[in-house]
């Protein structure tokens, strides 16, 4: 099995920065990419960002480009998400999730809630106006 622990979530005012992690750990984890969603009250999951396993190639959401940023660790079983410049409207929990190849077989596979295998219990942040 694989698991998935994310942290890093929080208040934060307008304007400001948040960095969440996500750490990857079980005795099935291998090269796999990793994906960020984020799901706000009443609405549907969405995807945010994700990075291949190499961290040659990364993928974001129209509405965090240029603010937002994945990055994975040295020992590659952490993942990252800087956050920059947050808006009300980004309040969410933040969910990562596992895709079972180190590359998406399409690019549009990185934006598919459907192609991850594994996921996180999600952290909380919440973006105060």
């Known amino acids: 099995q694989v698991q998935l622990v994310e942290s890093g979530g929080g208040l934060v005012q307008a304007g400001g920065s948040l960095r969440l992690s996500c750490a990857a750990s079980?005795?099935?984890?291998?090269?796999?990419?990793m994906g960020w969603f984020r799901q706000a009250p009443g609405k549907e999951r969405d995807f945010v960002a994700a990075?291949?396993?190499?961290?040659?190639?990364?993928y974001y959401a129209d509405s965090v480009k240029g603010r937002f940023t994945v990055s994975r660790g040295n020992a590659k079983n952490t993942v990252y998400l800087q956050m920059n410049s947050l808006k009300p409207e980004d309040t969410a929990v933040y969910y990562c999730a596992a895709h079972s190849r180190g590359t998406y077989y399409s690019s549009t596979y990185a934006y598919m809630r459907s192609k991850y295998d594994y996921w996180g219990q999600g952290t909380q942040v919440t973006v105060s106006s």
């Open positions: 990075i291949t396993w190499s961290g040659a190639s990364t």
């Open positions: 079980g005795r099935t984890f291998g090269n796999y990419a």
